[in-house]
Structures are given as C-alpha cells and as structure tokens.
C-alpha cells in the first residue's frame, strides 16, 4: 500500500508562486499514474493535474490553464519517489487543501473516485 505525504503548503499573496512535494514510500512508485486535486470550503474536491507513470503525458484542468499559459506544472522523479507541483501566479480562488494522489494504472482519470490512495492534503492559502 502507498503513503504519500504531502510538504509545501502555505500563505502566500496573490501573483506569488509555491511549490508543492509528495513523497511516496512504495517501491513501485513508478508504476502509478499520479495526481494532485484540490478541495476548498463547500466544494467538492477537484482534479488540477496528473501525470503518467513516466511523465510522457499531463493532464490540467481549465481553471489552471489559460489560452496561452499554463499556471500550474506537475512533474515526478521516480528516482526519489517524489511528484511536485509547482504553482505561479497564484490566485485567491486557488485556496484550497491540495491532496496528492495515486493510480496503479497507466490510463489518467479525472475523478477522484479512480484513485486508490491519498495523502493527508497540505493547506494552500493566497491573500489578495
């Protein structure tokens, strides 16, 4: 069974960037497809991004991509059992408890009902 730890969260100002880790203690890490959703007061939690099992494909929801940027980058290292997500220009409406996720599949589902394990989420505020 997979446990992911989530590190990084904070109070930021709007405009600024963070940089979310998890970690993950499974050996086979590498063979999950992994995820990072976010739930703010009264809303249902919310897939912001995900990556495949060796980070050849990414997924991100609308609310982090514009027509010509996307705000948000997911990535992984195998390696070291980790994926990130990195957060720039960092918006009030992103306040939220970000959760990592994972998949023991290849293919990358938007909800978060086919996610199989999950960290204990880690708080991102942005002032205005």
């Known amino acids: 069974q997979v446990q992911l730890v989530e590190s990084g969260g904070g109070l930021v100002q709007a405009g600024d960037s963070l940089s979310l880790s998890c970690a993950a203690s499974?050996?086979?890490?590498?063979?999950?497809?992994l995820a990072w959703f976010r739930q703010a007061p009264g809303k249902e939690r919310e897939l912001v991004a995900a990556?495949?099992?060796?980070?050849?494909?990414?997924?991100?929801?609308?609310s982090v991509k514009s027509r010509f940027t996307i705000s948000f980058t997911i990535s992984r290292d195998n390696a070291k059992n980790t994926v990130y997500l990195q957060m720039n220009n960092l918006k009030p409406e992103d306040t939220a408890v970000y959760y990592c996720a994972a998949r023991p599949s290849t293919v990358i589902d938007t909800t978060a009902g086919a996610y199989s394990y999950w960290g204990q989420g880690t708080q991102v505020t942005v002032s205005s």
């Open positions: 499974d050996r086979t890490f590498s063979t999950y497809t």
């Open positions: 990556i495949s099992r060796y980070g050849g494909r990414t997924y991100y929801a609308d």
